[in-house]
């Protein structure tokens, strides 16, 4: 088999990652399509992408070569260009979040069991070398079960932009609880994916109309565009194994700074991975922390874990883990049923907060 060819939909912010992942892991981008052409012609050119389309329907068939097809767009796109991608007999890379809710989520999920091809999801701080560190010490019994845990990514003043597609729920499906899913989906991951049975959340908008809330990363403010999600989002929820966990998500709240964080208790030790920002939103201004907390001969003993710095997150090594993932060479980091699982607690946070009650999963 020769190299994996790939076609990328959305020459926007993250797609120098995913390019790069593909890159490093031996694949070949053969194509790439955006609505606006010359932004993917911008991006690809120097790259060495030879073909550009306006979108995939003509990607599909002007380049049928290619074996896996990567999603990089506004949310609201994810769910058809998805099962489009894979009803024509192609692997799936997509974005976080999944896609807008639970449902298009499963209509996902389906369609990949139809065709028999590989989807994931860029779900990429499973990816960072802390969360593999962690799962070294969970798989091996050290950790033992996780009783409870805590993710939080909270920003002080991170609002990606005013009025383009981030701040529009209609496209985007909600603010930072569906934008920053990475430690509740790494705190899931690191519990092993339990099923819940409750939630318990509340969201807040303060903050949504102030410039001085601005991060210094996201998309241009669109002039007369639509601002109506959520600013933050706090939530508890319990599972059937007896677990729980605590989520905290913020673009804008009054922090000391930016905290990107799991922390958990297990019935043998306890850890957290973290990271701290000098500057909310820009990772070149970061701290990692990543430590295991247990009890040996009596005495009280902390791991303090040293691993090699990962300014991207995991964002380059989870591109690598998917074309691995196609080939055979590795297994999935994750799967569209965890990302099921993932959505429909997002659902039920939103339900819950809108209703002020607990919702029962
Ligand atoms: N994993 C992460 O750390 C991370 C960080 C930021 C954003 N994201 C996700 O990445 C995705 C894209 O975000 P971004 O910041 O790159 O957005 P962006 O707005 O910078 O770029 C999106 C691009 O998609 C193009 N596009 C829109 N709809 C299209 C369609 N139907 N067909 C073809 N092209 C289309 C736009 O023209 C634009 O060039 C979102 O789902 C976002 O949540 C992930």
């Not at 383009?164 to 920053?180: E, Q, R, V």
């Not at 957290?272 to 003993?301: H, P």
């Not at 874990?305 to 990962?310: L, S």
Request: aromatic letters at 10%; proline letters at 5%.
């Amino acid at each position: 088999m020769g190299p994996v060819k790939i076609g990328i939909v959305g020459a926007g912010g993250m797609a120098s990652y995913h390019f790069e992942g593909f890159a490093r892991a031996g694949a070949e981008v053969v194509a790439m399509a955006d609505k606006d052409t010359g932004r993917a012609r911008e991006f690809g050119e120097p790259r060495g992408i030879r073909r550009f389309y306006a979108g995939l329907g003509d990607m599909l068939s002007g380049s049928p070569e290619i074996d896996a097809v990567s999603v990089i767009t506004p949310n609201k796109f994810h769910k058809p260009l998805v099962i489009e991608a894979l009803e024509q007999g192609k692997h799936v890379y997509c974005e976080k979040p999944p896609a807008l809710n639970a449902a298009e989520t499963i209509a996902m999920q389906e369609a990949a069991e139809r065709a028999g091809k590989i989807l994931m999801f860029d779900l990429n701080n499973r990816a960072r070398p802390e969360a593999k560190a962690i799962m070294y010490y969970i798989k091996n019994g050290k950790v033992g079960k996780i009783n409870s845990a805590q993710a939080t990514w909270i920003r002080r003043n991170g609002i990606p932009g005013f009025g383009g597609w981030f701040t529009n729920k209609a496209i985007s499906g909600g603010g930072p609880l569906l934008d920053l899913p990475h430690m509740f989906d790494l705190a899931l991951y690191f519990m092993g994916y339990p099923e819940p049975d409750y939630v318990l959340a509340s969201v807040f908008n303060d903050f949504m109309g102030s410039r001085a809330f601005k991060g210094p990363w996201g998309i241009p403010d669109l002039k007369g565009g639509v601002t109506d999600v959520e600013s933050a989002c706090h939530a508890f929820i319990t599972f059937k194994t007896g677990q729980c966990l605590m989520v905290r998500s913020s673009w804008a709240e009054m922090n000391e700074r930016e905290v990107v964080s799991v922390t958990f208790q297990g019935q043998s030790s306890g850890g957290k991975i973290e990271r701290l920002f000098d500057i909310d939103g820009l990772d070149g201004t970061s701290i990692d922390n990543c430590a295991v907390f247990t009890e040996e001969n009596g005495c009280q003993v902390d791991y303090h874990i040293k691993v090699e710095k990962d300014e991207q997150m995991g964002r380059v090594t989870q591109a690598v883990n998917f074309v691995d993932a196609v080939t055979g060479k590795d297994a999935p980091l994750n799967t569209p049923a965890q990302a099921v699982i993932m959505m429909k607690l997002v659902d039920a946070m939103y339900e819950s907060a809108a209703a002020a009650k607990p919702v029962k999963l």
